[in-house]
Nanobody, 130 residues
Framework: EVQLLESGGGLVQSGGSLRLSCVVS????????IGWYRQAPGYEREALSG????????YYAESVKGRFTISSDSTKNTVYLQMNSLKPEDTAVYYC???????????????????????WGQGTQVTVSP
């Protein structure tokens, strides 16, 4: 069974940084692609970033491009989301998600329903104060 466990959320001031971790168990990072989404209260879930470790393919939403960086460590079976220059509007619950590369990247780009993606973590809260 594939499981995802996020950590690293917390409270940070505007302009600060956080690094989120997504520990993947039950499958290797070479088998699945991993993505990050977020959802703020009253808003729809928003795709942020994704990575396919086998060829290094990454995706970033325009809203986070240049501020967030996705990376992976196969020795720890972990995917990271480094978030810099955080803004109050980045406040949300952040989720990692796993699926085969094609559906994951299609969902990140809005070409496939993210509700169909296979495995979601439980989320980690990020709060950015003004």
């Amino acid at each position: 069974e594939v499981q995802l466990l996020e950590s690293g959320g917390g409270l940070v001031q505007s302009g600060g940084s956080l690094r989120l971790s997504c520990v993947v168990s039950g499958v290797g990072l070479d088998d699945y692609a991993i993505g990050w989404y977020r959802q703020a209260p009253g808003y729809e879930r928003e795709a942020l970033s994704g990575i396919r470790r086998t060829d290094g393919t990454t995706y970033y939403a325009e809203s986070v491009k240049g501020r967030f960086t996705i990376s992976s460590d196969s020795t720890k079976n972990t995917v990271y989301l480094q978030m810099n220059s955080l803004k109050p509007e980045d406040t949300a619950v952040y989720y990692c998600v796993a699926d085969a590369p094609d559906p994951l990247f299609a969902a990140l780009r809005g070409l496939w329903g993210d509700r169909y993606l296979k495995v979601w973590g439980q989320g980690t809260q990020v709060t950015v104060s003004p």
